[in-house]
């Protein structure tokens, strides 16, 4: 690659990052901030207190990861994908390349390919961690077919992005759904937000009210107030979750020297121990003895601390098959287990993760490291309807969730085939 350069390449800043609170604030372009396909994630990122111009990208540019778990991911930067300044991390490296020579599309498109991620596997250095430096970069052979293949390469590409986006987008658009449809079976009509003025900031409430465990201002503001006022509306009966749950809080995080490579010792649920909304089983750890209560099927997980503050309450996980045998579970972890004769645990676990009640979990977080515990929200109010009626919410509910798993490996799948048939375009088709 070092013949189609236009100029040396460039590693990036290395200044600390702090958050970023508008779209007019430059971007701080890092590793984490590319997906695994090469783009960048759709949030606001972060941004840094000294920004020199050096760092600033450019259209067109190529950066390249060069150390880490992630090592080899590329992503190339769009002046028209941002309608902002974005400036790039010191653990990437910009390659600019000279496009009398070949397109930056293509050589995009030749990094998201499995001739790539072979190469990159057999030049790391694994000295700590992965790492790969600019000249050995400089080293990758690209091959170069006539300018129209590489046109028709990057055709196909970008018509396998915006596919994959549009199946992803009507996956989100499936799952989106869940909330108004739940809430609306169960008769509960949100409230229209409050405009933000200092006359409905203001607000009154009796001692009574906030003699208990709690007395900051934030807990008692109306809007809580108002979606408990909702959820009492309820068609349904309304019972808090100490009636129909037994919330557990006693696991048990062990010692670095309690945890076992053998999986025939005791499985270890821990707070990261998930795919998506789901236990995986294959990300469950092992220790050498077991230290508290066994997980049961359909139990459902609340992170009770984590190491972002904005994990606690909001990671539900739903254990919805039979877990391996004496599966155990983390200190971090609230265990919510239903009474079955009273409530099915698919209907509450699809509530828990309404927008309601991720706010009405929030708001119990307490201390400067935000804790969530048991005694927080055993008085969180449930609509419960019959149990045929949770039954049939739950099963609807997993319909959409399957749909959209669905159009998402698509989506997947639909990226790959092209990615295979780029591969062959330009490889030959043995």
Known sequence: MSSLLKQKPQYGANEASKP???LQEPRYVRITDIDEYGLLKNNIGVTAESIENQYIL????????RSGATVGKTYIHKLDNTNYSCFFAGYMIRFVVDETKISPDYVFAYTQ????SKWVSSIQRAAGQPNINSEEYK???IPI??????DKIVAKMDDAYAAKKQKELEAQQL?????????GELGIELPEPEENTIKNRIFIRNLREVSGDRFDPDYFQRYFKNLENVILSSSFNVE???EVTTLIKNGHTPASSEYAEETTLYPIIKAGSYNGDFIALDKVDFTKSQKNLQAKKFDIFILSAAHQAHYVGRSIKYLDSKPIDSTSFVGEL?????????CHSMYLFSLLKTKLYKDLLNREKTGQTSHIYPKDIQHILVPIPPLEKQIEISEHITAIRNQAKQLQQQAKDDLEKAKQEVEAMILGDD
């Open 175 to 183: 799952l989106d759904s869940i909330d108004d449809y739940l809430l």
């Open 334 to 342: 609230i265990c919510v287990r239903v009474d079955p004769n009273r």
């Open 20 to 22: 970023r609170f508008s």
């Open 145 to 150: 077919p006539p300018q129209e293949i590489q």
């Open 240 to 242: 808090k979750m100490r």
């Open 113 to 116: 390919l499995k001739t790539y």
């Open 58 to 65: 450019n259209d067109n540019d190529i950066l390249f990861a």
């Open 139 to 141: 080293s990758l052979k």
